[in-house]
């Protein structure tokens, strides 16, 4: 896979790129691991290739889904809000990612909200911002591209 995508967040600015990379991604609770230890939370996701070429286009666009996982680090407590279909295997579709920090001075700590459909969260309080997101396997066409308010596509148009 040489168009693999690897990316590290260390700012702001990174995770909102890497928010857009992962939006859309799917994945189920038992696919979300919290290692308390390390201060690690990774998510399994099947991620929708927004940056493939022609991924934009209305009609007739390449769509794809890779395997990755999306690793945040330096995590000193997790919370999740509005998860209860997914704790009975529901689908989790996320959203974005958004970083706000902690108010302290010259303090690079924060939480971290994942924020997915159907107004289920995983608030992620962090030391500072250090985040991955990788492809590490299987790509496959996804069946249709995702739809989002004011692309056109909501009415069900093709696309």
Not at 9 to 15: I, K
Request: proline residues 2%; negative net charge.
């Amino acid at each position: 896979m040489t168009d693999s995508l690897k990316m590290a967040a260390l700012d702001q600015t990174d995770l909102t790129v890497l928010s857009a990379l992962a939006q859309d991604s799917l994945t189920k609770l038992d696919q979300v691991e919290y290692d308390s230890k390390r201060g690690r939370v990774t998510l399994t996701l099947n991620r929708y290739v927004w940056e493939k070429k022609g991924a934009l286009r209305r009609f007739f666009a390449p769509k794809e889904r890779r395997l990755s996982a999306l690793n945040i680090d330096r995590v000193t407590a997790a919370r999740r809000k509005g998860m209860e279909a997914a704790a009975t295997g529901g689908v989790l579709s996320l959203l974005a990612i958004t970083f706000s920090d902690s108010g302290e001075d010259h303090s690079p700590s924060g939480t971290i909200t994942l924020t997915f459909a159907g107004n289920a969260a995983l608030a992620l309080d962090v030391e500072c911002i250090e985040a991955q997101l990788t492809d590490v396997g299987g790509v496959w066409e996804a069946s249709r591209r995702p739809r989002h308010a004011g692309d056109g596509l909501e009415t069900g148009e093709a696309g």
